[in-house]
C-alpha cells in the first residue's frame, strides 16, 4: 500500500524540484559535486517514468567561491554578485555533465524578482519553460544573482518555486533542504524535536510550531518554506519538504519508504 508521499509523488508528471545552497555545499564550503550528481541521477529516474521536471537551483555563490578560492574572503556586494557570475557558469558545467550521460540537455533561465511581476517577461518565461520541456530538455532556473541584490541580502529560492509551480501549473514542488523536513521545534537546539510527516495546511498543524531560523549558508529558512507551501497550496498544489543531503531520497520515496514532510491544502 502506497504512503502519501509516495502516491504523491508517483502521481506527479510536473515536478518542480528545488535545490537549496546548503544541499550543494560541502563541510569546507566548496560546490559538492557528488550531491548534483547524485540529485542528476534522481531527476533523470524521473524523467524516465515520463515525468517532466524542472529545476531550480541555489549553490551560485559557493560555486564561485570554490573556483575562484582568492575572492572568498571578499564579502561586498560587488564581490558576491561576481562570485555569483562564475559561479554560475560552474554549477551549469556540472548540471551539464550529468545529465549529457542519459543524453538529457539542461537549460539555464535567470531572472528576477521584476520578471514576475511584469506581464510581458512572465509570458516569455512561460513559453521559454514550456518549449524547453517539450524538446525534453531539463530546465534549470535560478535568481539572476549577479543583478539583483535583494536576492542575496533579502530573498530566497523558495520564493522563486513557488512562483514557477503557479506559472507552469506544476503537480508537486519539491524543495531539497538539509533538514529531514517540518519539526514543531529546531532540532539542532531542541533534542526532542518531533519531525511531522504531512501537515494540512487548512488545519492547526501549524500553530504550535517554531519555524524561526535559517542556515548559515542558505538565505531561506523554515518559514519561508512554510509560505512556499501556502503559495502553492492556493492552487491545490503540495509540497514536499525533503533532506537532499540524503543520497538517493526521491527514489527512496518512489519505493515506498516515508520521508520528509508533505504540505497539502491551503486553498
Known amino acids: 500500500m502506497q504512503n502519501n508521499k509516495q502516491e504523491v509523488l508517483d502521481s506527479s508528471r510536473k515536478i518542480i524540484v528545488k535545490i537549496g545552497s546548503n544541499v550543494l555545499t560541502t563541510k569546507e564550503g566548496k560546490m559538492d559535486r557528488a550531491a548534483i550528481a547524485d540529485i542528476s541521477g534522481q531527476v533523470i529516474e524521473l524523467v524516465k517514468l515520463g515525468k517532466q521536471v524542472v529545476l531550480v537551483s541555489s549553490g551560485a555563490e559557493v560555486s564561485g567561491v570554490s573556483a575562484v578560492e582568492r575572492w572568498e574572503r571578499h564579502g561586498d556586494m560587488n564581490y558576491k554578485q561576481a562570485m555569483c557570475a562564475i559561479g554560475q557558469v560552474e554549477l551549469m558545467i556540472a548540471y551539464k555533465e550529468n545529465f ?24 516569455h ?12 530538455v531539463v530546465p534549470i532556473i535560478n535568481e539572476n544573482d549577479s543583478v539583483s ?12 518555486a513557488a512562483l514557477t509551480s503557479n506559472l507552469w501549473n506544476a503537480d508537486l514542488l519539491v524543495l531539497m533542504s538539509d533538514i529531514d523536513g517540518l519539526y514543531d521545534k529546531s532540532p539542532k537546539q531542541h533534542k ?4 511531522l510527516p504531512e501537515v494540512d495546511l487548512n488545519s492547526s498543524d501549524l ?10 549558508l542558505g538565505t531561506g529558512g ?21 533532506n537532499g543531503k540524503c543520497k538517493g531520497i526521491l527514489t527512496d ?7 520528509g514532510t508533505l504540505f497539502t491544502g491551503g486553498k
Open 192 to 195: 526532542d524535536a518531533i519531525l
Open 125 to 136: 518565461i512561460r513559453n521559454t519553460l514550456f518549449t524547453l520541456l517539450d524538446e525534453g
Open 149 to 160: 541584490t535583494e536576492e542575496i541580502s533579502l530573498g530566497d529560492n523558495d520564493n522563486l
Open 253 to 259: 520515496i518512489l519505493a515506498g519508504e516515508d520521508n
Open 222 to 242: 523554515m518559514e519561508s518554506k512554510i509560505n512556499a507551501a501556502k503559495k502553492v497550496g492556493h492552487y491545490g498544489t503540495p509540497l514536499l519538504l525533503v
Open 100 to 123: 549529457s550521460k542519459s543524453g538529457l540537455h539542461v537549460g539555464q533561465l535567470l531572472v528576477t524578482a521584476n520578471d514576475f511581476e511584469n506581464d510581458s517577461s512572465t509570458l
Open 207 to 216: 500553530d504550535s510550531v517554531d519555524a524561526s531560523g535559517k542556515g548559515v
